[in-house]
C-alpha cells in the first residue's frame, strides 16, 4: 500500500489535498487511481487509511477512512555523523541509515575527505523522506548541512562524566562512539553491554581512509568512546550500516 507523510495541519477535515510534488509522484509515477487506498503518517504517532477520490499531476484528493495511532520507532535515538564519501555513496547511506532507524545525519568534512563541499543536502532530504515512507516510519531523518569535523567536536558539550563531575551510572542514557581502524581489542558488542539503558547513541563514521589519529584523540577528549566492527576493514559506506544494525539489535526493536 503506498504510504506517504503530510503535517498535522493538513489532516483536517474528512478530506486531504494533497499538492506539489506529493501529487505529482503519487499521479505521474505511482499512478496511482480513484477507489484506491493509501496510508498517510502526520508525524506525530498517527496514521490515517484513506481512499482515493481524484488523482491530477497538481492536485490529489483523498478521503480519510480510520485514524489509528501509530509508531514504528526505535526507543534508541540515533545521531550519525558520517564523514562525506566519494560520488554517491552518500545516496545509498542516507537510505538504508533511514530504513534501519536512524533519526538525524550530519553529513562531516574530515581532514582524509576528498568531498570537501556538496550541494545535495536537498536531495539527501527527499532520500530520506521516500525512505520512511517506503519502510513505514513515522518520522523522517533530521539532515543537517555539512560541518568541519572540528567544528562538529567543538560544538560537542563536555557531560558531566566528562568534567568528572559524576558517577558512569548517570550517565547511562548517553553513549558516543568514534570507530578507528586502529582500535582492535574493544567492539561495538562489548562496548554497548555497558549502555544497556542508553536512550541516546552517536556514531562518527570516517570517510574512505577513516579518521587521522589526532581526529580520534581529539574526539575522545570530548566523550566518545574509541571502538572497532571486527578485523575486517569495512567501506565507508558499509561501517555506520552495520554499526546501527548492531545497535538496533543490541538496544532498539530488531531483537
Not at 570537501?116 to 532520500?127: A, G, L, N, P, Q
Not at 560537542?156 to 570507530?179: A, Q, S, V, W
Not at 586502529?182 to 562489548?190: A, D
Not at 571486527?230 to 561501517?239: K, N
Request: charged share 30%.
Amino acid at each position: 500500500m503506498t504510504r506517504l507523510f503530510l503535517s498535522p495541519e493538513k489532516l483536517f477535515g474528512e478530506k486531504i489535498m494533497i499538492d506539489g510534488e506529493q501529487a505529482r509522484y503519487l499521479s505521474l509515477v505511482l499512478r496511482v487511481k480513484p477507489g484506491e487506498q493509501l496510508v498517510i503518517f502526520d508525524g506525530s504517532g498517527h496514521k490515517y487509511f484513506c481512499k482515493v477520490l481524484l488523482v491530477h499531476k497538481k492536485e490529489v484528493v483523498v478521503e480519510k477512512i480510520k485514524k489509528e495511532p501509530y509508531s514504528a520507532e526505535s526507543p534508541v535515538h540515533i545521531s550519525l555523523a558520517q564523514g562525506l564519501p566519494k560520488s554517491d555513496k552518500m545516496d545509498f547511506i542516507v537510505q538504508k541509515a533511514t530504513e534501519l532507524g536512524v533519526n538525524k545525519i550530519i553529513p562531516l568534512i574530515t581532514e582524509r575527505s576528498q568531498v570537501k563541499h556538496t550541494e545535495k543536502i536537498e536531495r539527501w532530504r527527499k532520500i530520506a523522506l521516500s525512505a520512511s515512507q517506503q519502510c513505514g516510519r513515522e518520522q523522517i531523518p533530521e539532515i543537517d548541512g555539512p560541518v568541519e569535523f572540528g567544528e562538529f567536536i567543538r560544538n560537542t558539550p563536555l557531560t558531566p562524566l566528562d568534567r568528572g563531575e559524576c558517577n558512569p551510572p548517570l550517565e547511562k542514557g548517553n553513549c558516543r562512539i568514534i570507530f578507528s581502524e586502529e582500535q582492535r581489542e574493544r567492539n561495538l558488542k562489548k562496548i554497548l553491554t555497558g549502555f544497556k539503558d542508553t536512550k541516546n547513541i552517536t556514531l562518527l563514521i570516517g570517510p574512505e581512509g577513516g579518521f587521522t589519529r589526532e581526529e580520534v584523540s581529539s574526539a575522545v577528549e570530548k566523550g566518545f568512546i574509541e571502538a572497532s566492527l571486527g578485523r575486517r576493514i569495512l567501506r565507508t559506506e558499509t561501517a555506520p550500516l552495520t554499526a546501527i544494525s548492531i545497535i538496533q539489535y543490541e538496544l532498539g526493536d530488531m531483537g
